[in-house]
Every structure is written in structure tokens, then in C-alpha cells.
């Protein structure tokens, strides 16, 4: 797994909450595009993350689950994976090459839908696809059940896209 991370503008005080950020629309856009396309495009999921704030250290607002509530769902969802490719040369949704993905485990009907208008919009590349249908697996894999929904394919999209998760989603997927 690769991860970067990167402020939000070129101050790192940029945030929903009123920081005392003074760089421009302008300036900060021309941070972002410091990432070239081509990388972007492979980077499969996008978070934006807010500084703390008091409210997210307040036990009736933390999150519910612990470490090791996260870690089995984790495990049970990895060994679905190791059992749905077995004989195969790879073990997990994100090794798994995207011709054989499409031919042999898709998603359903209406989520290729959901993906291949994206495409056609021109707001996903083909590479991005395969990398939103590997998403899609994975969060299927983790609800354990047996194919990724439209739900999973629009969860993946978001996810991708950097965008807010929507609260019946979330429901769902976790
Ligand atoms: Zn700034």
C-alpha cells in the first residue's frame, strides 16, 4: 500500500473551519496541480481530512468500533478474496488484473453502468474503472456478500473522487 499525504494549500492552514488561511482560489489550485494527472490516476481512494477539533475527542461522538473490531472484519473480508482467487496468481482485489476482473468477476449490472457512464462523461479514465471496480470488490468483501452492488460501485466512486461519503451509504458499507 502506498500512501501520500499532502497539506491543503500552500500554508497548511486550509480547512472548512475557519483557519486563518490566506491563500487564494487560485494559489491553492495551483498547489493541487503540483500532482500530475498520471499519479492522481492511480491513486485509488481520496480522503480530505479536518484538523481535530474538541468535538472529535468527545467519547459520544467517537467512533463506535475498536482496533480489533476493524481487524476481523479485515481478515474475514481478505480471506474472501484468497478464497474467490484460489489457484490464481494473486490474492487480493487490488493484485487482480482488470480483463479477468471484468470477464470472470463482475460487479453487477447496474453498478458497470454506474461506472461506464463516468467514463463516458470523461470523468474516469479506464484505468480509473478497473481500479474503481477493484474498490468495489473490496467493499463488498468487507459487508460479506457475494457481488458489489451499485451502492459498493457509487461507495468506490466517492471514495475515489475525494468526495463526502453519504450517510445511507455509509450505513450500509459498514
Ligand atoms: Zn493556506
Known amino acids: 500500500m502506498v500512501v501520500f499525504a499532502c497539506n491543503p494549500c500552500p500554508c497548511g492552514q486550509f480547512s472548512g473551519r475557519g483557519r486563518s488561511c490566506e491563500c487564494g482560489p487560485v494559489e491553492r489550485r495551483n498547489y493541487r496541480k503540483r500532482m500530475s494527472g498520471p499519479i492522481l490516476d492511480r491513486i485509488d481512494i481520496t480522503r480530505h481530512v479536518e484538523p481535530t477539533g474538541p468535538i472529535d475527542r468527545d ?5 463506535p468500533e475498536s482496533s480489533e473490531q ?3 472484519r479485515v481478515t474475514a473480508a481478505r480471506l474472501r478474496q484468497l478464497q474467490r ?23 453487477e449490472r447496474a453498478a458497470h453502468v454506474l461506472v461506464d457512464a463516468e467514463v463516458y462523461g470523461g470523468r474516469l479514465t479506464r484505468r480509473g474503472a478497473t481500479r474503481v471496480h477493484r ?5 463488498a468483501d468487507l459487508r460479506g456478500v457475494d457481488i458489489p452492488t451499485k451502492d459498493d460501485a457509487a461507495v468506490a466512486l466517492r471514495l475515489r473522487q475525494g468526495h463526502p461519503l453519504m450517510a445511507s451509504t455509509l450505513r450500509r458499507v459498514g
Do not use: K
Open 59 to 63: 467519547p459520544r461522538v467517537a467512533s
Open 70 to 72: 476493524v481487524r476481523a
Open 85 to 107: 482467487y484460489d489457484g490464481r496468481p494473486w490474492r487480493t482485489n487490488g493484485q487482480a488484473p482488470g480483463a479477468l476482473l471484468e470477464r470472470h468477476w463482475p460487479m
Open 135 to 139: 474498490v468495489a470488490w473490496t467493499l
